[in-house]
């Protein structure tokens, strides 16, 4: 499941959630999935890099998007609250596109490049206000992505591998 959001340079895909059911993975689903994602960021959006969250103990995930080109791009403190003290970061992880041509979207060392949740959801809160504002084109693009994200899911339904999610 993904979004394209932002403003100016800050355009970008973003990976909301991807999960393989556990008896059908390693036979390739999230590498197919995740570069949909970038195709359609950067063909139909024209975005400039693709970045999601990860939990920092999740080092599977975090070692298989480095191999899909991945790198950190910041540790956000407290990312993840269940409300019951049970806080974890996540790294901000991103993946530069075509269009970013001179590597803007990405650092050295992001481990090290602390941001505070807070100051996450402020940017959240804003991408909301910019998704009530966007151009009828946006919108339609955001059709063409439902398309695609539908057809994904009716095949891989069709070929039988159950609970994907994209
Ligand atoms: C992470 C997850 C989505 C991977 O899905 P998948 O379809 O099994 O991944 P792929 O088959 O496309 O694997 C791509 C590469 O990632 C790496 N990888 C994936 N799972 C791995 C594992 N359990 N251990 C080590 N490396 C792994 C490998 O490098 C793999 O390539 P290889 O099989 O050629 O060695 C799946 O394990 C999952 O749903 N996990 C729980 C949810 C989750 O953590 N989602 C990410 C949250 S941000």
Request: charge should be negative.
């Amino acid at each position: 499941m993904g979004k394209a959001e932002g403003r100016g340079k800050e355009w970008h895909g973003h990976v909301t959630a991807i999960t393989v059911a556990s008896e059908y993975r390693r036979i390739g689903l999230a590498d197919g999935m995740m570069k949909l994602l970038e195709s359609v960021s950067d063909k139909i959006y024209n975005g400039y890099f693709v970045d999601l969250f990860v939990r920092v103990s999740n080092t599977v995930a975090i070692g298989m998007y480095k191999k899909f080109g991945y790198s950190v791009y910041r540790r956000v403190i407290g990312y993840y609250s269940s409300g019951d003290n049970n806080e974890e970061d996540a790294f901000d992880m991103r993946k530069p596109l075509p269009r970013d041509v001179n590597k803007e979207s990405i650092i050295e060392n992001g481990e090290h490049n602390l941001d505070a949740a807070i100051v996450d959801a402020a940017v959240v809160d804003a991408a909301v206000v910019n998704a009530a504002v966007v151009d009828a084109a946006v919108v339609d693009a955001a059709v063409v992505v439902g398309a695609v994200v539908g057809f994904m899911v009716v095949v891989v339904k069709t070929i039988g591998l159950g609970d994907v999610t994209i």
